[in-house]
Protein backbone atom coordinates (compact mmCIF):
# COMPACT_ATOMS: atom_id res chain seq x y z
CA UNK A 1 0.00 0.00 0.00
CA UNK A 2 1.35 3.39 -0.31
CA UNK A 3 1.02 4.38 3.37
CA UNK A 4 -0.58 3.13 6.72
CA UNK A 5 -3.28 5.13 8.66
CA UNK A 6 -3.04 4.19 12.30
CA UNK A 7 -6.67 3.72 14.04
CA UNK A 8 -7.15 3.52 17.93
CA UNK A 9 -9.33 4.29 20.20
CA UNK A 10 -9.28 7.10 23.23
CA UNK A 11 -8.27 4.13 25.74
CA UNK A 12 -6.04 2.21 23.83
CA UNK A 13 -4.02 5.16 23.36
CA UNK A 14 -4.26 6.38 27.00
CA UNK A 15 -2.84 2.40 27.87
CA UNK A 16 -0.16 2.86 25.30
CA UNK A 17 -0.85 0.14 23.96
CA UNK A 18 0.13 -0.95 19.85
CA UNK A 19 -2.27 0.73 17.72
CA UNK A 20 -4.30 -1.41 14.47
CA UNK A 21 -3.16 0.44 10.91
CA UNK A 22 -5.28 0.04 7.93
CA UNK A 23 -4.18 0.39 4.40
CA UNK A 24 -5.98 3.06 2.39
CA UNK A 25 -6.32 2.57 -1.32
CA UNK A 26 -8.54 3.54 -4.09
CA UNK A 27 -12.02 2.44 -4.18
CA UNK A 28 -11.44 0.33 -7.61
CA UNK A 29 -8.76 -1.20 -5.87
CA UNK A 30 -9.98 -2.07 -2.50
CA UNK A 31 -13.63 -3.49 -4.40
CA UNK A 32 -11.41 -5.08 -7.43
CA UNK A 33 -13.03 -8.44 -8.46
CA UNK A 34 -16.06 -8.16 -6.18
CA UNK A 35 -19.83 -7.98 -8.11
CA UNK A 36 -19.99 -4.28 -7.67
CA UNK A 37 -20.83 -1.48 -10.45
CA UNK A 38 -18.15 1.01 -9.70
CA UNK A 39 -19.06 4.83 -9.52
CA UNK A 40 -16.63 7.11 -11.70
CA UNK A 41 -15.17 8.50 -8.73
CA UNK A 42 -12.31 6.64 -7.77
CA UNK A 43 -11.56 8.09 -3.89
CA UNK A 44 -8.89 6.83 -1.18
CA UNK A 45 -11.00 4.50 1.21
CA UNK A 46 -9.38 4.37 4.75
CA UNK A 47 -12.04 2.74 6.52
CA UNK A 48 -15.29 1.14 6.44
CA UNK A 49 -17.85 1.75 8.15
CA UNK A 50 -21.82 0.55 8.49
CA UNK A 51 -22.89 3.55 10.65
CA UNK A 52 -23.46 6.76 9.92
CA UNK A 53 -22.63 7.72 13.56
CA UNK A 54 -19.19 6.48 13.52
CA UNK A 55 -18.32 7.69 9.93
CA UNK A 56 -14.54 9.08 9.96
CA UNK A 57 -13.02 11.05 7.30
CA UNK A 58 -12.21 8.64 4.48
CA UNK A 59 -14.65 6.14 5.25
CA UNK A 60 -16.37 4.29 2.92
CA UNK A 61 -19.75 4.36 4.23
CA UNK A 62 -22.07 1.53 3.81
CA UNK A 63 -26.15 1.76 3.61
CA UNK A 64 -27.55 -1.77 4.39
CA UNK A 65 -31.11 -2.09 4.54
CA UNK A 66 -32.71 -2.69 8.05
CA UNK A 67 -36.05 -3.74 9.52
CA UNK A 68 -37.21 0.14 10.62
CA UNK A 69 -35.26 1.98 8.27
CA UNK A 70 -32.55 1.51 5.72
CA UNK A 71 -29.27 3.01 6.26
CA UNK A 72 -28.44 4.55 2.82
CA UNK A 73 -30.97 7.56 4.20
CA UNK A 74 -28.14 8.49 6.39
CA UNK A 75 -25.78 8.99 3.43
CA UNK A 76 -26.07 12.74 3.78
CA UNK A 77 -24.77 12.13 7.45
CA UNK A 78 -21.87 10.01 6.40
CA UNK A 79 -21.10 12.32 3.89
CA UNK A 80 -21.00 15.31 6.31
CA UNK A 81 -19.13 13.19 8.45
CA UNK A 82 -16.56 12.66 6.15
CA UNK A 83 -17.07 9.23 3.89
CA UNK A 84 -15.61 9.05 0.53
CA UNK A 85 -18.21 6.88 -0.79
CA UNK A 86 -21.83 5.19 -0.65
CA UNK A 87 -21.72 1.03 -0.61
CA UNK A 88 -25.51 -0.28 -1.01
CA UNK A 89 -27.97 -2.21 -2.93
CA UNK A 90 -30.32 -0.93 -5.27
CA UNK A 91 -32.88 0.11 -3.56
CA UNK A 92 -30.32 2.49 -1.29
CA UNK A 93 -28.40 3.62 -4.11
CA UNK A 94 -32.07 5.28 -5.14
CA UNK A 95 -32.78 6.62 -1.94
CA UNK A 96 -29.04 8.29 -1.74
CA UNK A 97 -29.68 9.79 -5.01
CA UNK A 98 -28.89 13.35 -4.96
CA UNK A 99 -26.75 13.48 -1.91
CA UNK A 100 -23.48 14.05 -3.38
CA UNK A 101 -21.32 10.43 -2.57
CA UNK A 102 -20.23 8.45 -5.62
CA UNK A 103 -22.04 5.18 -4.89
CA UNK A 104 -21.37 1.66 -5.36
CA UNK A 105 -24.00 -0.34 -6.03
CA UNK A 106 -24.35 -4.67 -5.26
CA UNK A 107 -26.65 -7.04 -5.04
CA UNK A 108 -25.05 -8.50 -1.29
CA UNK A 109 -23.64 -4.92 0.61
CA UNK A 110 -22.62 -7.40 3.40
CA UNK A 111 -20.65 -10.12 1.62
CA UNK A 112 -18.69 -6.75 -0.02
CA UNK A 113 -18.30 -5.06 3.57
CA UNK A 114 -16.63 -8.04 4.75
CA UNK A 115 -14.42 -8.21 2.16
CA UNK A 116 -13.42 -4.62 1.80
CA UNK A 117 -13.23 -4.83 5.87
CA UNK A 118 -10.12 -7.27 5.43
CA UNK A 119 -8.58 -5.85 2.44
CA UNK A 120 -8.50 -2.23 4.36
CA UNK A 121 -6.99 -3.49 7.50
CA UNK A 122 -4.54 -6.14 5.40
CA UNK A 123 -6.35 -9.38 5.67
CA UNK A 124 -5.44 -9.66 9.81
CA UNK A 125 -6.51 -12.59 10.46
CA UNK A 126 -3.55 -14.25 7.75
CA UNK A 127 -1.00 -13.36 10.12
CA UNK A 128 -2.13 -15.52 13.26
CA UNK A 129 -3.11 -18.99 13.61
CA UNK A 130 -6.96 -19.01 13.67
CA UNK A 131 -9.57 -21.19 15.43
CA UNK A 132 -13.34 -20.51 14.82
CA UNK A 133 -15.92 -22.37 16.65
CA UNK A 134 -19.35 -22.38 16.09
CA UNK A 135 -22.45 -25.03 17.10
CA UNK A 136 -25.74 -24.02 19.92
CA UNK A 137 -23.98 -24.66 23.31
CA UNK A 138 -20.27 -24.63 24.00
CA UNK A 139 -18.91 -22.09 22.12
CA UNK A 140 -17.44 -19.92 24.32
CA UNK A 141 -16.04 -22.91 26.75
CA UNK A 142 -14.57 -24.50 23.73
CA UNK A 143 -12.92 -21.01 22.59
CA UNK A 144 -11.27 -20.14 25.95
CA UNK A 145 -10.25 -23.93 26.47
CA UNK A 146 -8.33 -23.04 23.13
CA UNK A 147 -7.00 -20.00 24.51
CA UNK A 148 -5.93 -20.95 28.00
CA UNK A 149 -4.00 -24.63 26.73
CA UNK A 150 -2.33 -22.31 24.17
CA UNK A 151 -1.15 -19.43 26.20
CA UNK A 152 0.06 -22.17 28.29
CA UNK A 153 2.10 -23.99 25.02
CA UNK A 154 3.85 -20.45 24.90
CA UNK A 155 1.47 -18.81 22.28
CA UNK A 156 -0.02 -15.49 22.46
CA UNK A 157 -3.73 -16.20 21.79
CA UNK A 158 -6.30 -13.31 21.02
CA UNK A 159 -10.26 -14.67 21.73
CA UNK A 160 -13.25 -12.84 19.95
CA UNK A 161 -16.85 -14.16 21.61
CA UNK A 162 -19.76 -13.50 24.19
CA UNK A 163 -17.14 -13.08 26.93
CA UNK A 164 -15.42 -10.25 24.97
CA UNK A 165 -12.20 -9.89 23.39
CA UNK A 166 -8.97 -11.16 25.32
CA UNK A 167 -5.02 -11.22 24.21
CA UNK A 168 -2.86 -13.38 26.37
CA UNK A 169 -6.21 -13.46 28.53
CA UNK A 170 -6.35 -9.70 29.28
CA UNK A 171 -9.24 -7.96 28.14
CA UNK A 172 -9.03 -5.57 25.54
CA UNK A 173 -12.06 -3.07 25.65
CA UNK A 174 -13.82 -2.49 22.88
CA UNK A 175 -16.60 0.18 22.80
CA UNK A 176 -18.87 -0.41 20.42
CA UNK A 177 -19.65 -4.03 19.84
CA UNK A 178 -21.87 -6.61 22.00
CA UNK A 179 -22.30 -9.24 20.04
CA UNK A 180 -21.12 -12.69 20.02
CA UNK A 181 -19.53 -12.22 16.73
CA UNK A 182 -19.35 -8.33 15.84
CA UNK A 183 -20.32 -6.76 12.31
CA UNK A 184 -17.48 -7.32 9.54
CA UNK A 185 -16.13 -3.74 9.95
CA UNK A 186 -15.32 -3.94 13.67
CA UNK A 187 -14.61 -7.79 13.49
CA UNK A 188 -11.86 -6.91 11.07
CA UNK A 189 -10.58 -3.77 13.39
CA UNK A 190 -10.60 -6.55 16.35
CA UNK A 191 -8.69 -8.59 14.69
CA UNK A 192 -6.21 -6.41 13.60
CA UNK A 193 -5.60 -4.95 17.72
CA UNK A 194 -5.21 -8.84 18.65
CA UNK A 195 -2.59 -8.82 15.68
CA UNK A 196 -0.75 -5.26 16.77
CA UNK A 197 -1.39 -6.77 20.81
CA UNK A 198 1.18 -9.60 19.74
CA UNK A 199 -1.57 -12.58 19.51
CA UNK A 200 -0.23 -15.55 16.92
CA UNK A 201 -3.42 -17.35 17.75
CA UNK A 202 -7.01 -16.45 16.96
CA UNK A 203 -9.57 -18.54 18.43
CA UNK A 204 -12.92 -17.04 17.66
CA UNK A 205 -16.77 -17.65 18.47
CA UNK A 206 -18.42 -17.78 14.93
CA UNK A 207 -22.04 -17.35 15.47
CA UNK A 208 -25.36 -18.38 12.85
CA UNK A 209 -26.25 -15.04 12.52
CA UNK A 210 -22.67 -14.40 12.01
CA UNK A 211 -22.48 -16.23 8.89
CA UNK A 212 -25.96 -15.71 7.76
CA UNK A 213 -25.16 -12.13 7.73
CA UNK A 214 -21.39 -12.65 6.27
CA UNK A 215 -19.37 -11.17 8.62
CA UNK A 216 -16.62 -13.56 8.58
CA UNK A 217 -16.38 -13.35 4.76
CA UNK A 218 -12.76 -12.70 3.91
CA UNK A 219 -11.64 -15.27 6.49
CA UNK A 220 -10.22 -18.59 6.23
CA UNK A 221 -9.72 -20.06 10.11
CA UNK A 222 -7.18 -22.66 9.68
CA UNK A 223 -9.40 -25.12 11.80
CA UNK A 224 -13.18 -25.28 12.31
CA UNK A 225 -14.95 -26.81 15.25
CA UNK A 226 -18.36 -28.31 15.53
CA UNK A 227 -19.96 -28.37 19.16
CA UNK A 228 -23.59 -29.14 18.37
CA UNK A 229 -26.89 -28.19 17.30
CA UNK A 230 -29.88 -27.85 19.31
CA UNK A 231 -32.83 -25.54 19.50
CA UNK A 232 -32.39 -21.99 19.32
CA UNK A 233 -32.66 -18.61 17.11
CA UNK A 234 -35.39 -19.51 15.48
CA UNK A 235 -36.71 -16.08 15.96
CA UNK A 236 -33.87 -15.36 13.61
CA UNK A 237 -33.98 -18.64 11.08
CA UNK A 238 -37.06 -19.80 11.60
CA UNK A 239 -36.80 -23.05 10.72
CA UNK A 240 -34.02 -26.19 12.13
CA UNK A 241 -33.22 -26.64 8.87
CA UNK A 242 -31.90 -23.08 7.95
CA UNK A 243 -30.42 -22.99 11.66
CA UNK A 244 -28.32 -25.65 10.50
CA UNK A 245 -27.56 -24.62 7.24
CA UNK A 246 -26.48 -21.52 8.37
CA UNK A 247 -23.95 -23.03 10.78
CA UNK A 248 -22.97 -25.57 7.94
CA UNK A 249 -21.37 -22.26 5.56
CA UNK A 250 -17.96 -22.76 8.13
CA UNK A 251 -17.61 -25.82 7.52
CA UNK A 252 -16.59 -25.25 3.40
CA UNK A 253 -13.17 -24.90 1.65
CA UNK A 254 -13.88 -21.08 1.57
CA UNK A 255 -14.20 -20.54 5.06
CA UNK A 256 -12.38 -23.39 6.61
CA UNK A 257 -8.78 -25.37 5.50
CA UNK A 258 -9.70 -28.12 7.92
CA UNK A 259 -12.88 -29.25 10.36
CA UNK A 260 -12.93 -30.82 13.65
CA UNK A 261 -16.28 -31.87 14.37
CA UNK A 262 -18.32 -33.48 17.04
CA UNK A 263 -19.12 -37.19 16.57
CA UNK A 264 -21.61 -38.00 18.40
CA UNK A 265 -24.09 -35.18 16.92
CA UNK A 266 -26.27 -36.36 14.55
CA UNK A 267 -26.27 -32.62 12.51
CA UNK A 268 -22.06 -33.30 13.33
CA UNK A 269 -22.47 -36.76 11.79
CA UNK A 270 -24.39 -34.74 8.71
CA UNK A 271 -21.61 -32.11 8.76
CA UNK A 272 -18.52 -34.86 8.23
CA UNK A 273 -20.63 -36.32 5.31
CA UNK A 274 -21.17 -32.85 3.64
CA UNK A 275 -17.33 -31.64 4.69
CA UNK A 276 -16.44 -35.42 2.71
CA UNK A 277 -18.46 -34.21 -0.84
CA UNK A 278 -16.67 -30.98 -0.40
CA UNK A 279 -13.46 -31.99 -0.03
CA UNK A 280 -12.83 -30.26 2.85
CA UNK A 281 -10.33 -32.43 5.40
CA UNK A 282 -12.22 -32.74 8.59
CA UNK A 283 -11.82 -35.17 11.86
CA UNK A 284 -14.36 -36.34 14.15
CA UNK A 285 -14.20 -36.01 17.95
CA UNK A 286 -16.20 -37.17 20.35
CA UNK A 287 -17.56 -40.53 22.81
CA UNK A 288 -18.75 -43.04 20.64
CA UNK A 289 -16.72 -45.61 18.16
CA UNK A 290 -15.52 -44.85 15.53
CA UNK A 291 -14.75 -40.70 16.40
CA UNK A 292 -10.84 -40.00 15.10
CA UNK A 293 -10.39 -38.60 18.78
CA UNK A 294 -12.09 -40.59 20.83
CA UNK A 295 -13.09 -40.12 24.47
CA UNK A 296 -12.34 -43.75 25.88
CA UNK A 297 -12.67 -43.24 29.23
CA UNK A 298 -14.11 -39.79 31.60
CA UNK A 299 -14.43 -39.83 35.51
CA UNK A 300 -15.66 -36.78 37.82
CA UNK A 301 -12.57 -35.91 39.73
CA UNK A 302 -13.50 -33.17 42.51
CA UNK A 303 -15.30 -30.09 40.89
CA UNK A 304 -14.38 -31.45 37.11
CA UNK A 305 -13.36 -34.28 34.99
CA UNK A 306 -10.54 -36.90 33.98
CA UNK A 307 -10.69 -37.94 30.44
CA UNK A 308 -8.59 -39.78 27.90
CA UNK A 309 -8.46 -39.48 24.46
CA UNK A 310 -7.14 -41.34 22.42
CA UNK A 311 -6.39 -41.08 18.56
CA UNK A 312 -4.02 -42.94 15.68
CA UNK A 313 -2.99 -45.41 18.33
CA UNK A 314 -1.86 -43.17 21.04
CA UNK A 315 -3.55 -42.07 24.32
CA UNK A 316 -3.96 -38.88 25.80
CA UNK A 317 -4.18 -38.06 29.78
CA UNK A 318 -6.01 -34.52 30.37
CA UNK A 319 -7.92 -32.97 33.21
CA UNK A 320 -10.57 -29.96 33.21
CA UNK A 321 -11.69 -28.15 35.82
CA UNK A 322 -15.46 -28.09 34.30
CA UNK A 323 -18.19 -30.69 35.47
CA UNK A 324 -19.87 -32.68 33.23
CA UNK A 325 -19.75 -34.78 29.74
CA UNK A 326 -20.32 -31.98 27.62
CA UNK A 327 -17.13 -30.24 29.25
CA UNK A 328 -15.22 -33.48 28.87
CA UNK A 329 -16.73 -33.05 24.82
CA UNK A 330 -15.69 -29.29 24.62
CA UNK A 331 -11.71 -29.97 25.88
CA UNK A 332 -11.56 -33.34 23.74
CA UNK A 333 -12.51 -30.45 20.82
CA UNK A 334 -10.49 -28.23 21.92
CA UNK A 335 -7.18 -30.67 22.11
CA UNK A 336 -8.59 -32.26 18.35
CA UNK A 337 -8.36 -28.77 17.30
CA UNK A 338 -5.26 -28.08 18.49
CA UNK A 339 -3.52 -31.35 17.13
CA UNK A 340 -5.09 -30.60 13.71
CA UNK A 341 -3.58 -27.07 13.56
CA UNK A 342 -0.06 -28.84 14.29
CA UNK A 343 0.84 -27.63 17.93
CA UNK A 344 1.47 -30.03 20.80
CA UNK A 345 -1.64 -31.17 22.58
CA UNK A 346 0.89 -32.33 25.31
CA UNK A 347 2.25 -28.89 26.14
CA UNK A 348 -1.43 -27.60 26.20
CA UNK A 349 -2.70 -29.88 28.97
CA UNK A 350 -2.26 -27.23 31.94
CA UNK A 351 -3.16 -24.65 30.23
CA UNK A 352 -6.22 -26.92 29.58
CA UNK A 353 -6.65 -28.02 33.18
CA UNK A 354 -6.45 -24.29 34.47
CA UNK A 355 -9.29 -23.28 32.20
CA UNK A 356 -12.06 -21.30 34.35
CA UNK A 357 -14.65 -19.99 32.40
CA UNK A 358 -17.02 -17.21 33.88
CA UNK A 359 -20.50 -18.18 33.68
CA UNK A 360 -20.12 -21.45 32.36
CA UNK A 361 -20.13 -23.64 34.97
CA UNK A 362 -18.69 -21.53 37.31
CA UNK A 363 -18.50 -22.04 40.95
CA UNK A 364 -19.64 -19.82 43.50
CA UNK A 365 -17.77 -19.66 46.67
CA UNK A 366 -20.08 -19.42 50.40
CA UNK A 367 -18.90 -19.12 53.09
CA UNK A 368 -20.13 -21.70 56.03
CA UNK A 369 -20.10 -25.86 56.43
CA UNK A 370 -23.73 -25.17 55.76
CA UNK A 371 -23.17 -24.08 51.96
CA UNK A 372 -24.61 -25.53 49.52
CA UNK A 373 -22.57 -26.34 45.92
CA UNK A 374 -23.74 -23.40 43.49
CA UNK A 375 -22.43 -22.72 39.83
CA UNK A 376 -23.84 -20.40 37.50
CA UNK A 377 -24.11 -20.82 34.00
CA UNK A 378 -25.02 -19.58 30.92
CA UNK A 379 -27.43 -22.62 29.54
CA UNK A 380 -30.58 -20.91 27.99
CA UNK A 381 -32.35 -23.71 25.41
CA UNK A 382 -33.53 -26.54 26.19
CA UNK A 383 -30.74 -29.16 25.19
CA UNK A 384 -27.92 -26.31 27.38
CA UNK A 385 -29.82 -26.98 30.51
CA UNK A 386 -30.29 -30.96 30.08
CA UNK A 387 -26.38 -31.11 29.35
CA UNK A 388 -25.60 -28.55 32.54
CA UNK A 389 -27.86 -30.59 34.89
CA UNK A 390 -26.72 -33.86 34.20
CA UNK A 391 -23.32 -32.75 35.27
CA UNK A 392 -24.31 -33.66 38.59
CA UNK A 393 -26.03 -36.92 38.11
CA UNK A 394 -23.16 -38.93 38.52
CA UNK A 395 -22.34 -40.93 41.38
CA UNK A 396 -20.33 -37.79 42.90
CA UNK A 397 -23.13 -35.86 43.57
CA UNK A 398 -25.56 -39.29 44.81
CA UNK A 399 -27.39 -38.28 47.77
CA UNK A 400 -27.31 -34.94 46.95
CA UNK A 401 -30.74 -33.06 45.75
CA UNK A 402 -29.97 -30.32 42.62
CA UNK A 403 -32.35 -27.22 42.78
CA UNK A 404 -32.64 -25.56 39.35
CA UNK A 405 -32.87 -21.96 38.98
CA UNK A 406 -33.81 -20.88 35.49
CA UNK A 407 -36.55 -18.34 33.05
CA UNK A 408 -36.43 -17.60 29.41
CA UNK A 409 -35.71 -14.49 27.67
CA UNK A 410 -38.63 -12.51 26.22
CA UNK A 411 -38.39 -11.70 22.63
CA UNK A 412 -36.76 -15.28 21.70
CA UNK A 413 -38.32 -18.09 20.25
CA UNK A 414 -41.15 -18.34 22.26
CA UNK A 415 -41.85 -22.09 21.79
CA UNK A 416 -38.93 -22.74 23.68
CA UNK A 417 -40.01 -22.20 27.25
CA UNK A 418 -42.28 -25.36 27.83
CA UNK A 419 -39.51 -27.22 26.71
CA UNK A 420 -37.20 -25.68 28.50
CA UNK A 421 -39.48 -26.57 31.71
CA UNK A 422 -39.56 -30.09 31.44
CA UNK A 423 -35.94 -30.41 31.16
CA UNK A 424 -35.31 -28.98 34.20
CA UNK A 425 -37.69 -31.69 36.21
CA UNK A 426 -35.47 -34.72 34.19
CA UNK A 427 -32.01 -33.03 35.70
CA UNK A 428 -32.95 -31.67 38.95
CA UNK A 429 -35.50 -32.17 42.36
CA UNK A 430 -36.93 -28.86 42.82
CA UNK A 431 -37.35 -26.26 39.77
CA UNK A 432 -37.55 -22.62 40.29
CA UNK A 433 -38.44 -20.81 37.93
CA UNK A 434 -37.66 -17.40 37.52
CA UNK A 435 -36.93 -14.10 35.39
CA UNK A 436 -34.38 -14.42 32.70
CA UNK A 437 -34.51 -11.09 30.66
CA UNK A 438 -37.94 -10.46 30.28
CA UNK A 439 -37.56 -7.51 27.82
CA UNK A 440 -40.62 -5.79 26.27
CA UNK A 441 -42.62 -8.81 27.22
CA UNK A 442 -44.56 -9.71 31.00
CA UNK A 443 -42.27 -11.65 33.05
CA UNK A 444 -44.60 -13.25 34.38
CA UNK A 445 -46.48 -14.93 31.34
CA UNK A 446 -42.67 -16.30 30.15
CA UNK A 447 -42.48 -17.74 33.50
CA UNK A 448 -46.28 -18.93 33.09
CA UNK A 449 -45.27 -21.03 29.72
CA UNK A 450 -41.72 -22.09 31.68
CA UNK A 451 -43.55 -23.65 34.38
CA UNK A 452 -46.39 -25.11 32.82
CA UNK A 453 -43.49 -26.77 31.05
CA UNK A 454 -42.35 -28.28 33.98
CA UNK A 455 -45.32 -29.41 35.28
CA UNK A 456 -46.52 -31.18 32.42
CA UNK A 457 -43.63 -33.33 32.69
CA UNK A 458 -44.55 -33.89 36.14
CA UNK A 459 -47.77 -34.63 35.77
CA UNK A 460 -47.22 -36.77 33.14
CA UNK A 461 -44.08 -38.87 34.80
CA UNK A 462 -45.00 -42.34 35.44
CA UNK A 463 -46.22 -43.25 39.59
CA UNK A 464 -43.14 -42.98 42.02
CA UNK A 465 -39.81 -41.75 39.15
CA UNK A 466 -37.91 -39.27 39.44
CA UNK A 467 -39.78 -37.09 37.27
CA UNK A 468 -43.33 -37.35 39.29
CA UNK A 469 -41.35 -36.05 42.88
CA UNK A 470 -39.89 -33.08 41.33
CA UNK A 471 -41.19 -30.10 42.92
CA UNK A 472 -41.87 -26.98 40.42
CA UNK A 473 -42.36 -23.41 41.59
CA UNK A 474 -42.65 -19.67 40.00
CA UNK A 475 -39.69 -18.51 42.30
CA UNK A 476 -40.65 -14.70 41.14
CA UNK A 477 -38.02 -11.78 40.23
CA UNK A 478 -34.40 -13.42 39.85
CA UNK A 479 -33.21 -12.57 43.02
CA UNK A 480 -36.36 -13.65 45.01
CA UNK A 481 -35.71 -16.77 43.34
CA UNK A 482 -32.19 -17.17 44.04
CA UNK A 483 -32.42 -16.60 47.99
CA UNK A 484 -35.14 -19.61 48.01
CA UNK A 485 -33.13 -21.76 46.18
CA UNK A 486 -30.73 -20.58 48.88
CA UNK A 487 -32.88 -21.57 51.43
CA UNK A 488 -34.00 -24.32 50.45
CA UNK A 489 -30.81 -26.31 49.81
CA UNK A 490 -29.16 -28.07 52.55
CA UNK A 491 -25.59 -28.23 53.19
CA UNK A 492 -23.78 -30.23 50.08
CA UNK A 493 -26.86 -29.89 47.48
CA UNK A 494 -26.25 -28.39 44.18
CA UNK A 495 -27.92 -25.26 43.12
CA UNK A 496 -27.80 -24.48 39.31
CA UNK A 497 -28.08 -20.72 38.56
CA UNK A 498 -28.71 -21.19 34.74
CA UNK A 499 -29.33 -18.36 31.35
CA UNK A 500 -27.32 -15.52 32.19
CA UNK A 501 -23.68 -16.53 33.12
CA UNK A 502 -21.53 -13.94 32.57
CA UNK A 503 -24.06 -11.27 32.20
CA UNK A 504 -23.61 -8.24 34.59
CA UNK A 505 -27.75 -6.70 33.62
CA UNK A 506 -30.76 -7.37 33.20
CA UNK A 507 -33.51 -6.22 30.42
CA UNK A 508 -36.41 -5.05 31.23
CA UNK A 509 -39.53 -3.46 29.06
CA UNK A 510 -38.89 0.08 30.87
CA UNK A 511 -35.13 -0.28 32.37
CA UNK A 512 -32.07 -2.64 32.10
CA UNK A 513 -30.76 -2.91 35.60
CA UNK A 514 -27.28 -4.12 37.11
CA UNK A 515 -27.47 -7.98 37.84
CA UNK A 516 -24.85 -10.05 38.52
CA UNK A 517 -25.93 -13.63 39.55
CA UNK A 518 -22.77 -14.41 41.42
CA UNK A 519 -22.82 -11.48 42.99
CA UNK A 520 -26.56 -11.47 43.94
CA UNK A 521 -25.41 -15.59 45.31
CA UNK A 522 -23.13 -13.96 47.57
CA UNK A 523 -25.42 -11.61 48.94
CA UNK A 524 -28.13 -13.41 49.69
CA UNK A 525 -25.88 -16.07 51.62
CA UNK A 526 -24.47 -14.01 53.82
CA UNK A 527 -27.86 -12.30 54.71
CA UNK A 528 -28.99 -15.88 55.08
CA UNK A 529 -26.03 -17.12 56.95
CA UNK A 530 -25.44 -14.34 59.19
CA UNK A 531 -29.04 -14.20 60.26
CA UNK A 532 -30.20 -15.44 63.32
CA UNK A 533 -30.52 -18.91 63.27
CA UNK A 534 -28.26 -19.63 59.91
CA UNK A 535 -29.49 -21.37 57.07
CA UNK A 536 -32.89 -23.36 57.71
Known sequence: PPHLLTVASEEQHSQAQPAPQTFPQPLSQLLAGLPVQLPDADPIVSRVSFDSRRVRPGDLYVGLPGTRSHGALFAE???????????????????????????????????????????????????????????????????????????????????????????????????????????????????????????????????????????????????????????????????????YQAKAQLFTPGYAKRAVINGDDEAGRRLMRQAAELGLPAVSVGLGDGCDYRVVAWQPHGPGSRFTLAHDGAQLDAFTCLPGEYNVRNAATALAMIDQAG?????????????????????????????????????????????????????????????????????????????????????????????????????????????????????????????????????????????????????????VILGKGHERSQQFADRTIDFDDVAVTQDRWAQISQAPGGPS
Open 77 to 243: AARSAGAVALLSDPAGARLADGQHLPVVVCDDPRYVMAIASARVWGHPARNMTSFGVTGTNGKSTTVLMLASALDAAAHRVGSIGTLGFLVGGEPVQIDHSTITTPEAPDLQAIIATLAARGADVMAMEVSSHALALNRVAGIQFDVAGFTNLGRDHLDFHHTMEAY
Open 343 to 495: YDMTAALPGLAAAVIPGRMQPVPLDGEAAPHVYVDFAHTPQAIASALSAFSHPGFTGRRVIAVFGAGGDRDPDKREPMGAVGVHGADIVLVTDDNPRSEDPAAIRARVLAGAREAIASAAPGSHDARVEAYDGGDRATAIEQALRLARAGDVV
